[in-house]
């Protein structure tokens, strides 16, 4: 565990700190089964003798990134990998049935972006790499419109139609250029976000995109309330568009989004859409602490935005305060 991390977004070292949680070990054994395994990680793996395990969640003053401290280092989460086995990661207690319900609708609704985004009149020899997708069923869509589609993940179970390549970004060939990457649910999970997403640029073709989504957790809250294993990155659309920047994408959009979740309700989400570009990391525009304070905060342009992208109100309600509200797009 480091105790002093460095920004693995920006590369910067000025933390604010915005708060501390504490995990007990006398909690392992409640809850469900994906909890479990996380406490069992954290006490047994990462913090091994410890009856308490405290973070502090601290805030990068440079692009408003926000992690926790001691960070899991890359070590620490390969550790991890091998204590549960990935394919447990995607239990949920659902029925099989409703599961599979939720299954239909995000592949769909990734279908309906990826169509949109690559504008193309026909998917039938789309090159698709599904970077850490479970056993790749969110491309049933895409497969069955003719699309080549690859998967990158620890996942031993892969869908029909869907070919695994390797385990990690180091597994894919040096000569891949594809036309469509998709990071669904996965960078909030990896100890160097930044390295991962400029690695997997080598193998975007030049005019290709990625389309890369992340959990909103801080909407009026501090992150990782029931533990502290399973997400270790924390981002809004403006930090998720810094961590695209910095790795060398040209962003087109990053705004939040639902997301059906496995469980069977819409997850508020930061999804963000880039192609290949060489910017400096000097050139990067960064916006510090200001935008993350009003997600923290729970601020009422933020809670609306929400509450509307999540459809619990009507648009027309919205639209009605709209000019009362200047401040509701820029966190948008």
């Known amino acids: 565990m480091n105790d002093n991390p460095t920004c693995p977004v920006c590369s910067n070292q000025?933390?604010?700190?915005?708060?501390?949680?504490?995990?007990?070990r006398a909690?392992?054994?409640?809850?469900?089964?994906?909890?479990?395994?996380?406490?069992?990680?954290?006490?047994?793996?990462?913090?091994?003798?410890?009856?308490?395990?405290?973070?502090?969640?601290?805030?990068?003053?440079?692009?408003?990134?926000?992690?926790?401290?001691?960070?899991?280092?890359?070590?620490?989460i390969a550790r991890k990998y091998r204590h549960t086995p990935s394919d447990s990661a995607q239990d949920a207690p659902a029925a099989t049935a409703a599961l599979s319900r939720q299954d239909v609708r995000r592949a769909r609704r990734l279908t309906r972006l990826i169509l949109g985004e690559t504008k193309a009149k026909s998917t039938r020899g789309l090159r698709v790499l599904d970077f850490g997708g479970g056993d790749g069923r969110m491309?049933?869509?895409?497969?069955?419109?003719?699309?080549?589609?690859?998967?990158?993940?620890?996942?031993?179970?892969?869908?029909?139609?869907?070919?695994?390549?390797?385990?990690?970004?180091?597994?894919?060939?040096?000569?891949?250029?594809?036309?469509?990457?998709?990071?669904?649910?996965?960078?909030?999970?990896?100890?160097?976000p930044r390295e991962t997403l400029a690695a997997l640029r080598e193998a975007l073709a030049p005019d290709g995109i990625i389309y890369v989504e992340v959990p909103i957790e801080v909407v009026g809250q501090l992150p990782a309330a029931h533990e502290p294993v399973t997400h270790l990155n924390f981002f809004t659309p403006d930090s998720l568009r810094a961590l695209l920047a910095f790795a060398g994408y040209g962003v087109s959009w990053s705004r939040l989004v639902a997301e059906p979740h496995p469980w069977g309700?819409?997850?508020l989400c930061a999804g963000a859409v880039a192609t290949p570009a060489a910017i400096a990391p000097e050139d990067v525009p960064v916006s510090g602490l200001d935008v993350l304070e009003p997600y923290l905060d729970g601020a009422y342009a933020v809670r609306a935005r929400r509450r509307w992208v999540l459809g619990l109100e009507k648009p027309d309600m919205l639209r009605k305060g709209l000019r009362k509200l200047p401040i509701l797009w820029r966190y948008s």
């Open 139 to 192: 491309l049933r869509g895409l497969v069955d419109r003719g699309a080549l589609c690859h998967l990158v993940d620890y996942s031993e179970r892969v869908h029909p139609g869907v070919t695994k390549i390797g385990d990690t970004e180091h597994d894919i060939p040096a000569d891949a250029n594809y036309d469509v990457i998709i990071c669904s649910h996965v960078v909030e999970h990896l100890p160097d």
């Open 14 to 24: 000025s933390w604010d700190n915005r708060g501390h949680r504490t995990y007990h």
């Open 265 to 267: 309700y819409k997850q």
């Open 27 to 76: 909690d392992r054994q409640r809850g469900a089964r994906p909890y479990r395994n996380a406490m069992e990680v954290l006490f047994d793996v990462w913090a091994p003798g410890q009856d308490a395990f405290r973070v502090e969640f601290i805030a990068c003053r440079n692009c408003g990134f926000l992690t926790y401290s001691p960070r899991p280092t890359a070590d620490d």
